[in-house]
């Protein structure tokens, strides 16, 4: 498909692609070092995600993060519920 399109594809849509595929890779974006102070033999890496809305695991990451934001919005607010019932023929 590159080979053939290659004038169609834009520079973002192909880094887009390319962060995706690197997305957690440690040689692909590359990691951060944690060390402890007290304990520096104890070294951590924790590579570095893509962002991207397109890679399944940043997307989702994102989707929980606003869904538990609009769930402490709405539970803090204040609502009633009316429920209107209709006997008889429905007005016109």
């Known amino acids: 498909f590159v080979s ?7 520079f973002s849509a192909a880094y ?17 070092t944690f060390a402890c102070p007290d304990h520096p033999d104890q070294i951590t890496h924790i ?3 893509c962002k991207s809305r397109f890679c399944p695991v940043c997307a989702n990451l994102f989707i929980s993060r ?16 009316i429920m209107v019932h209709w006997s008889g023929a429905k007005p016109r």
């Open 4 to 10: 053939s399109h290659r004038s169609d594809i834009t």
């Open 16 to 32: 887009n692609v390319w962060k995706v595929m690197n997305c957690r890779e440690p040689n692909g974006l590359g990691y951060a």
């Open 47 to 49: 590579p570095r995600s």
């Open 66 to 81: 606003s869904a538990l934001q609009m769930i402490q919005v709405l539970t803090a607010l204040y609502y009633r519920k």
